[in-house]
């Protein structure tokens, strides 16, 4: 058994996005800042609703996979499919951008507390021109495991074994194959996790402070940053003196030149000229 352990700390930065929601990014924050195939991560988290109010009006992506986690809040998925889905506490959502799609999530509260994630998953050159999907998860639909130790572990994505039990999420197929956790571990708590090798992962503690690795050698992650992980089957983590709330997430990575501008994410130069020239003739969202 190989034990993973930290070998990158990327600190979240305050910055906004959409019509000026307020976040803090991770991952994704400057173009080399990233974990093959993991494109990005937002935490968007406030009581106030000049924060969030503005939402994320219609606006186009093309060439990767985003996954919205609400934690708490209401939020109204809309796009060009006539897909419409309502993100409230403890739901998600798996929108495959493939070609294009066009979408927009806008609030649907006036005041209270909004918090949750958006993670981008890049997709194979294979697969940056299918057709765009989405799919609305509802917190029902998200496996929830107890452990002995009073902790929780939800699944979003993928499958895994914790504690001699298997528990798997609501999205399987996808050509990355990722897992997507949200551990919760009272203070002081450890846990074992596995992991694939030859997957990247990294974690991200939003409550309290990760402790990583085993015996003496624990290294510690600060709230709000994420811990880049080195190789290896197992990954040993532990509440320090606070209770706490991390996300894992692994993924096979891909190994493809990457181009971004903006919302579009594509392989060459020439293909992200071909995604705006599309966009800016109607042409992005077309499934011919």
């Excluded at 999907?133 to 993928?158: F, S």
């Excluded at 956790?181 to 974690?203: S, T």
């Amino acid at each position: 058994m190989t034990t993973r352990t930290l070998k990158q700390v990327i600190k979240s930065i305050a910055t906004s996005d959409g019509g000026g929601v307020k976040l803090l990014r991770s991952l994704g924050q400057h173009q080399h800042l990233r974990l093959d195939p993991f494109l990005m991560l937002d935490e968007f988290s406030s009581m106030n609703a000049d924060d969030y109010i503005a939402g994320f009006p219609d606006h186009p992506h093309r060439g990767f996979e985003s996954v919205t986690y609400m934690l708490d809040g209401h939020m109204l998925h809309r796009d060009h499919l006539e897909n419409q889905g309502d993100l409230k506490s403890g739901a998600a959502q798996w929108m495959t951008a493939g070609r294009g799609i066009i979408h927009s999530e806008m609030p649907q509260q006036t005041s209270g507390r909004m918090r949750g994630f958006q993670l981008w998953i890049n997709l194979p050159a294979k697969e940056k021109m299918k057709p765009a999907a989405y799919q609305d998860i509802q917190p029902e639909q998200i496996p929830i495991m107890n452990l002995l130790n009073g902790g929780t572990v939800k699944i979003i994505a993928g499958k895994t074994e914790i504690e001699d039990q298997s528990i798997a999420g609501p999205i399987q197929s996808t050509s990355t194959e990722p897992l997507f956790l949200d551990i919760r571990l009272p203070a002081g708590a450890e846990l074992m996790l596995p992991i694939a090798l030859g997957h990247n992962a990294f974690v991200y503690p939003y409550e309290g402070q990760l402790k990583i690795g085993l015996g003496t050698e624990k290294q510690i992650l600060a709230t709000h940053c994420a811990g880049l992980l080195s190789e290896g089957d197992h990954l040993a983590i532990q509440a320090d003196d606070e209770n706490l709330a991390v996300l894992l997430l692994t993924a096979k990575p891909l190994h493809e030149p990457i181009v971004q501008y903006g919302p579009f994410v594509m392989n060459t130069h020439e293909e992200i000229e071909q995604a705006i020239a599309d966009y800016r003739n109607g042409r992005l969202v077309s499934q011919d």
